[in-house]
């Protein structure tokens, strides 16, 4: 397949990586040029546990405008940059070719609908975990090295399961196991479910997965806001099962191990977060529909004071 990745970060580079190293034609593509230029003069370097290292060898371009007769476009960016990678991908995206949004946050599938249409993208959630230690550099998540992750996929309004079923056997056959499931809307919410709860209560405290989970104190914070996230689901009729959902997160939590939230590198190194379209988005939803949700409120705007700008030294510090 020839397969763009948008956003070369640490996801970017695992999922880029990966499908590299399955023999797919790939090419990163992102904004920050030094990214881009280590891909291109060095490879991509992939850190797996147990010090074993893998080069990779694939391009790197900072806009997709040179790319033709796409395959797969997998967006990996943040949330807060979805509408301009929609807008870029404009004059490359056909007929042909399925627009994944695996991001974090709500709305991500929207947004690229709204500029490439409905009835190629798909919306989609992935407990792959890896973090980027410098542009070029990704250390990849002992869960993800070892086969024990899942990417949810959703069939966009239109469209037969079995053509999305096709990416999901690409990203298996890479070691990305893949499934495919009726409604995006589903695959969202559990995506939320799962990162909103973590990645905000890491990001405040500067904890990894594993700290946060094996603490009683933040366990418990980790429920309460999963409930409101599922309540707000329910009253907005998504079919998700909390019960399955909530087994489906912890289970995650667990094997994850000891790895940071990309929510918490951002704050740790003065960077914008995605707690927008996260915690906050949620409290705004809740509150349309009627069902109030002052955790992910709470939670939303500590990340948001963490991140100011007069916040960052200190983050940075700790």
């Known amino acids: 397949m020839r397969i763009a990745v948008m956003g070369a970060g640490a996801m970017g580079s695992a999922f880029g990586g990966y499908l590299a190293l399955a023999g797919h034609d790939v090419t990163l593509v992102d904004v920050r040029r030094e990214c881009v230029d280590a891909v291109n003069d060095r490879g991509l370097l992939l850190r797996l546990p147990g010090g074993e290292e893998r080069q990779v060898a694939l391009s790197a371009a900072t806009d997709p405008s040179g790319l ?3 395959d797969l476009v997998i967006v990996l960016t943040k949330a807060f940059a979805t ?18 949004t695996l991001q974090n946050g709500i709305g991500n599938d929207r947004a690229l609908a709204a500029v490439l249409g409905a009835e190629r993208v798909v919306g989609g959630t992935t407990t792959v975990g890896a973090e ?28 037969a399961g079995g053509e999305v079923t096709r ?3 690409v990203l298996t056959a890479a070691g990305l196991p893949a499934v ?13 479910a799962l990162a909103a709860p973590m990645a905000s209560i890491s990001a405040v405290l500067g904890w990894t997965v594993a700290d ?5 104190h933040t366990r418990q914070l980790l429920r309460t806001l999963f409930d409101e996230i599922m309540a707000v689901a329910a009253a907005r009729r998504v079919l998700v099962d909390p019960d399955t959902v909530w087994g489906y997160c912890e289970h995650t939590w667990q094997t994850v191990g000891p790895h940071m939230t990309s929510m918490a590198v ?11 379209a996260l915690n906050l ?8 529909a009627g069902v109030p949700a002052p955790a992910n409120r709470s939670l939303g705007l500590l990340v948001q004071a963490l991140e100011a700008p007069e916040a960052s030294p200190l983050v940075r510090s700790r």
């Open 132 to 159: 980027q230690t410098e542009p070029g550099t990704t250390t990849v998540a002992p869960s993800t090295a070892s086969g024990d992750t899942v990417t949810y996929l959703g069939t966009p309004p239109g469209a």
């Open 281 to 288: 988005e949620v409290a705004r939803l809740g509150e349309a």
């Open 68 to 70: 033709a007769h796409l």
């Open 180 to 192: 495919v499931l009726p409604s995006a809307e589903e695959a969202v919410w559990t995506k939320v």
């Open 266 to 276: 951002d704050v740790r190194r003065g960077r914008r977060t995605e707690i927008d």
């Open 83 to 100: 509408a301009d990678a929609a807008r870029s991908l404009k004059g490359v995206v056909g007929a042909a070719t399925w627009v994944v």
């Open 167 to 169: 990416v999901a056997e």
């Open 212 to 216: 946060v989970y094996r603490n009683p």
